[in-house]
């Protein structure tokens, strides 16, 4: 059974500081790495992808993946109160194409 | 550009009716996936339908079935509902060549009582 694991929080922040969101992946074989973000009662948002080793950044968000890990984490610099929200890690599936595996999410509040 | 679109909102049946969830994919876009969110819990696949075949099909029974249309709009239907299908059910629209990248609807929400 592939598996995302996520910690399901409250992470909560201060206004401003960044945030760390954290993801491990159980299988070897996976290429594609997703970030979303969804609002209480809302469906998800697709926010970060990165497929390559390394760190990918878009505007305030950082994604960073190590595949050997088998890790994937967020960066959210000067977090809002805007950014409270779960954020969800997906991952694809070797040889499944399109059958994203998603973790259960981890809950951010940004404080004021 | 329209993006992904799902009716009804909200959707309220009783143990053993049926029920038929539909999705209207981005603009360009031509695979459709079907998600099932439990309170909690992160989106489970389904399935996936491109050129209106059933690609791929996650660990959900027969109860569950689908279609595409033509224009790449799809249907998810649901029979004998039991009350564990109480869900936000997520349309999820891609490109076959980008199928990983996909993007959400605003999603289903079906109580079963």
């Known amino acids: 059974q592939k598996e995302v694991e996520q910690n399901s929080g409250p992470l909560s922040v201060p206004e401003g500081a960044i945030a760390s969101l954290n993801c491990t992946y159980s299988?070897?074989?996976?290429?594609?790495f997703f970030w979303y973000r969804q609002y209480s009662g809302k469906s998800p948002e697709l926010i970060m992808s990165?497929?390559?080793?390394g760190d990918k950044e878009d505007g305030r968000f950082t994604a960073q993946l190590n595949k050997a890990s088998q890790y994937v984490s967020l960066l959210i610099r000067d977090s809002q109160p805007s950014d409270s929200a779960t954020y969800l890690c997906a991952v694809n599936q070797r040889g499944s194409q399109g059958n994203l595996i998603f973790g259960k999410g981890t809950k951010l509040s940004v404080k004021p | 550009d329209a993006g992904v679109t799902q009716s009804p909102t909200h959707l309220i049946k009783t143990r053993g009716q049926q029920v038929t969830l539909r999705c209207s994919p981005k603009s360009g876009h031509d695979t459709v996936s079907w998600y099932q969110q439990a309170l909690g819990q992160g989106p489970q696949f389904i399935f996936q339908?491109?050129?209106?075949?059933?690609?791929q099909r996650g660990n959900f029974p027969d109860r569950f079935s689908g279609h595409q249309f033509p224009n790449y709009s799809s249907e998810l239907n649901v029979n004998a509902l039991l009350l564990g299908d109480s869900a936000l059910y997520l349309c999820?629209?891609?490109?076959?060549?980008?199928?990983?990248?996909?993007?959400f609807g605003p999603g289903t929400r079906l109580t079963v009582l």
């Open positions: 299988d070897r074989g996976s290429q594609s």
């Open positions: 999820a629209s891609s490109k076959w060549d980008l199928t990983d990248t996909q993007y």
């Open positions: 339908y491109y050129e209106e075949e059933e690609r």
């Open positions: 990165i497929y390559s080793n």
